[in-house]
């Protein structure tokens, strides 16, 4: 399922998610969210129904994405394509949408004092709150990269990195490319502590990578695996190795009150600042 509004990084997120849909099979969702239109009175009071202008544009926004579409598969043969305009909540319906997607495709949006890092409200609240794994497009990508680069997956050793790695392995193997894992060992951002032995703690990451990706090589004997292993800054060190990276899946962290709601940092700041394509997971 992509989620599209007319803006370039729809577009870009409309490209790439019927590419994604044509590697694996799948059929593609082009959904657009109207936000409903509410009247000063009485007071609060919403339309029942999407006015004509709203509808005109929802029109427009369709047809640009079906073109969109079309110029990112090129000379392929195109997936099944499906439209669906719903007046509802934007965040609420394609969160409920996410339940019933393999993934949702979303363009990232919002520039503010820090340039590119801000994601748009509509992609912040699917990365945190969809119930599918969600793939955060730039407008500004490269779209014509390396196709040989390869994927890119972060392993903490937590179930959402399990995951992500089931899925990492998965996108390696349909591009026909190699896996880079990456581990931090620490996320403290601070040279050594007294009394801490570098040497053990390195010797764990080691382990935590071969546990980690052995029954996955075995499943994916095609995919060429290279590990890597850093110290301390999880973000920092997923985003160099991005730039020389396709496509890099990452997990999500439950944190706080309300387990599962809420994006980890790290996640949240590959997701914003990578300039590939990004897939979180839960």
């Known amino acids: 399922m992509v989620c599209v509004d007319g803006s370039a990084a729809s577009d870009a997120a409309v490209a ?10 799948l059929p593609v969702t082009l959904m657009h969210a109207v936000a409903p239109v509410v009247v000063g009175w009485p007071v609060g009071q919403l339309y029942a129904q ?5 509808r005109d544009e929802a029109r427009q926004v369709m047809d640009r994405a079906r073109k969109a579409l079309s110029a990112g598969l090129g000379d392929a043969e195109p997936p099944d394509v499906r439209t669906e305009v719903v007046y509802s909540g934007i965040v609420p319906a394609f969160v409920e949408a996410s339940r019933h997607a393999r993934m949702i ?34 407008s500004d990508e490269d779209q014509t990269g390396d196709p040989a680069a390869p994927v ?28 880079v894992a990456v581990h931090v060992w620490s996320d403290v951002g ?5 009394g801490m032995d570098w040497r053990d703690r390195e010797a764990e990451g080691h382990e935590i990578l071969a546990e980690r990706l052995a029954g996955w090589q075995e499943h994916y004997p ?3 695996v290279e590990r890597k292993l850093f110290c301390d800054r999880p973000s920092h060190w997923l985003l160099q190795e991005a730039e020389r ?13 309300f387990p599962g709601m809420l994006l980890g940092s790290v996640s949240s700041t590959v997701a914003q600042s990578a300039k590939v394509p990004v897939i979180v997971v839960r």
């Open 222 to 224: 095609d995919v060429r």
């Open 16 to 25: 790439w998610g019927a590419q994604e849909a044509v590697m694996r099979g």
């Open 105 to 138: 495709v979303a363009g990232s949006q919002g520039l503010g004092a820090v340039g590119r890092a801000l994601l748009g409200s509509v992609t912040t609240g699917l990365v945190h709150y969809a119930r599918c794994p969600v793939a955060v497009i730039h």
């Open 245 to 257: 990276s396709r496509l890099v899946v990452v997990g999500s962290r439950g944190r706080g009150g």
């Open 50 to 54: 999407m006015p004509e202008w709203q």
């Open 190 to 194: 601070v040279f050594p502590i007294l």
């Open 152 to 179: 890119l997956v972060g392993i903490d050793g937590s179930p959402a990195s399990e995951a992500a790695t089931a899925l990492a392995f998965d996108e390696a193997s349909r591009r026909g490319v190699g896996l």
